[in-house]
């Protein structure tokens, strides 16, 4: 790729990372439009305050993009929108980037029918939250043709900061179920942590600053137990889209002995299920919410 920039990136999803995904592309001075099924969403709106054009459909996005990323929900909405208006609109050799978590199996279905459209295309899912998308400090997990990976190199550079060639279709997938399952564990490390220090009425912000720095530490105690230490439960990852990734595990291993995971799911789920099924909205802190309901 030449140090051109390219003449428009288009973004389908615009929510929590999508948006901040976008925003960045725009400060790093990229031709950015963006699509979001939803018109009525905060982070479309972000976009459009910063002056960032969205469209009305796919087909008006991508029909002068030359490269085309996506942030969606899940595996359906990914293969209808990439698999459909993308593979029927988007130009020729153009490079699509699903950044939404599949699993690998997705991932290379998507490939191959992208690719008999004369598209290239990359699994690129991301690590870092909502934190790390606002601040362009993603983990970006890249799976597909390597030189295709290179030429998309210095885009993914404006969102990221620690940019992962794993390998053929499919890998970047497979390496997010990996890291999919260490979030899991260690949210189940910081909320018995947090829910032991309050039965022995250990004040929660002296725990983070006794603890934050010492061999328990992780990204989740630091960040995340913040967030629980200030009650604060809005998502930054929902426990529906955790849910979600811990069923493409199954979906994409069989007979996967993963105790540690079943137990986690187990306990997200208990989670979403307070406050009327409301909890599936909060963030994976809230795992938390799970432990304080079972004290007696």
Request: proline fraction near 3%; glycine fraction near 12%.
């Amino acid at each position: 790729m030449s140090n051109q920039k390219p003449q428009k990136i288009a973004y389908l999803g615009l929510g929590i990372m999508g948006s901040s995904m976008a925003l960045n592309f725009r400060k790093h001075g990229f031709d950015v439009v963006g699509w979001n099924r939803t018109l009525a969403r905060p982070g479309v709106q972000a976009v459009k305050d910063a002056g960032i054009q969205v469209a009305e459909s796919v087909q008006a996005a991508v029909s002068n993009a030359g490269y085309i990323f996506s942030c969606l929900g899940d595996v359906p909405d990914v293969e209808q929108v990439l698999l459909g208006d993308v593979k029927k609109y988007a130009p020729a050799n153009a490079i699509v980037v699903d950044m939404t978590t599949i699993g690998k199996a997705a991932a290379v279905k998507l490939y191959d029918g992208l690719g008999s459209a004369g598209l290239r295309f990359l699994d690129a899912p991301v690590t870092g939250g909502d934190v790390g998308a606002r601040e362009g400090t993603l983990t970006i997990l890249a799976g597909g043709e390597k030189a295709v990976f290179d030429e998309t190199l210095p885009l993914f550079q404006a969102i990221g900061k620690n940019i992962i060639y794993c390998g053929a279709s499919g890998s970047g997938q497979a390496m997010k179920l990996c890291n999919q399952v260490l979030c899991a564990i260690n949210m189940i490390a910081v909320s018995e942590t947090f829910s032991l220090a309050d039965q022995m009425h250990i004040d929660k912000k002296l725990l983070l600053d006794s603890l934050g720095n010492g061999a328990g530490a992780s990204w989740a105690l630091t960040n995340l137990g913040a967030r629980i230490t200030n009650g604060d439960f809005k998502p930054g990852f929902t426990l529906e889209h955790m849910l979600k990734d811990l069923r493409l595990i199954d979906e994409n291993v069989e007979d996967c002995n993963l105790p540690g995971v079943e137990l986690a799911r187990n306990l997200f789920e208990q989670a979403g299920r307070l406050d009327s099924e409301q909890g599936f909205r909060q963030g994976t802190q809230a795992m938390f919410r799970a432990y304080e309901s079972m004290k007696p």
